[in-house]
């Protein structure tokens, strides 16, 4: 399975655009590869290098989509250039209503569902 952005290119940059620099819209993203017994898909957005990439303290998710609803917080780093991780999980059913979850909660729902993944990483660095 593969996912990928006409916006950028995997460990590329992220145009000002998809971020709170810009318009704050979430990019296009495509996959390809899913397997015929594939249920529903879930998305993950998350920045392990929160707050600074010389010192991460923690994952940040900016976006926790599952049975692909609409929503997206773009990056908006606070320092340094940080690395986004776009991850797609194929799953062989389709997940409750988890209404908003954590990425905890999302990986717990998906556990011993997942039957492909894929990741895009895209980086960003706000403009001083």
């Not at 923690?58 to 991780?85: D, E, K, Q, S």
């Not at 799953?91 to 492909?116: E, K, S, Y």
């Amino acid at each position: 399975m593969k996912i990928l952005s006409t916006a950028f290119p995997h460990d590329g940059p992220i145009p000002p655009r998809y971020t709170c620099d810009g318009k704050d819209v979430s990019p296009p993203l495509e996959w390809s590869g899913v397997p015929a017994g594939a249920k529903s898909l879930a998305l993950v957005v998350e920045d392990p290098d929160a707050p600074d990439p010389a010192a991460p303290t923690m994952t940040w998710a900016h976006w926790v989509l599952y049975n692909i609803p609409p929503g997206y917080g773009g990056p908006c780093p606070p320092v340094g250039r940080h690395r986004y991780f776009h991850r797609l999980y194929a799953l062989d059913a389709a997940l409750p209503d988890l209404r908003r979850p954590t990425r905890a909660r999302l990986a717990a729902a998906m556990q011993g569902h997942v039957i492909a993944e894929a990741a895009l990483v895209g980086t960003y660095q706000k403009r001083r």
